[in-house]
């Protein structure tokens, strides 16, 4: 799923009347994408997603008849490889861990500017995943104030077969970094950390970078 012609479509989930208009009056400032449906709860983004195949998928946690992250474990059981950016205030963190296991493309607070709501639009819809870096500072510190657990120990187990270069790689990646920056920050080509990358994801058996983040969290190895 992609966007086509250069044309980002977007279905957007949430409860509230005047989140969705804002939403899609900022949206629908650049050209480029087309809200192409809305809904405000979950069993209705399920079937509307279904329909519509949109090329991401704006998504509300909280919400009435099915909450966001049911919505999006339906919507990725039956859409594999679907985009979904969830936006949330952030103030349950196991809610939010939960989405990031089950495939999620990117995190963001309610409260980001529209500039960057913008440009993680964009980063989601051209394959990349996006975590704001208020989200990313959370995460840390929800892992971080966590006692050592068999979780935990999982963690670093996964993250055991990776080769030092591959650990600074997920390392990075758990930062929030852009393949750019990461290259930048190691001093080693763009085509040399697009291949670390590809390894980390095959050999922690992810399926993007935000759960090679949350796998850094758990073994709190940033």
Not at 183 to 212: C, M, P, W, Y
């Amino acid at each position: 799923m992609g966007p086509v012609n250069d044309s980002i479509r977007i279905v957007l989930v949430d409860d509230e009347n005047l989140v969705r208009a804002g939403l899609r009056m900022i949206l629908e400032s650049d050209p480029r994408i087309d809200v192409v449906g809305e809904c405000a709860d979950g069993r209705s983004a399920v079937s509307l997603v279904g329909s519509l195949a949109p090329d991401l998928v704006l998504m509300d946690i909280r919400m009435p008849v099915m909450d966001g992250l049911a919505a999006s474990e339906a919507i990725l059981l039956a859409n594999p490889g679907q985009k979904i950016l969830v936006l949330t205030t952030f103030n349950t963190d196991d809610m939010v861990l939960s989405a990031l296991k089950m495939g999620a493309s990117g995190f963001l607070l309610k409260d980001t500017p529209p500039a960057e709501l913008m440009v993680a639009i964009n980063q989601v819809a051209a394959g990349r995943t996006m975590l704001s870096e208020a989200v990313t500072k959370q995460l840390i510190a929800v892992a971080g104030s966590r006692p050592a657990s068999s979780r935990r120990d999982a963690a670093l187990e996964r993250l055991a077969v990776l080769t030092e270069r591959e650990r600074e790689i997920a390392g990075a990646m758990a930062r929030g970094s852009s393949n750019q920056e990461i290259a930048d920050g190691l001093f080693i080509s763009l085509a040399t950390v697009k291949t670390h990358i590809g390894r980390v994801l095959e050999k922690l058996g992810a399926d993007n970078r935000v759960q090679v983040a949350l796998c850094v969290f758990e073994a709190e190895a940033i």
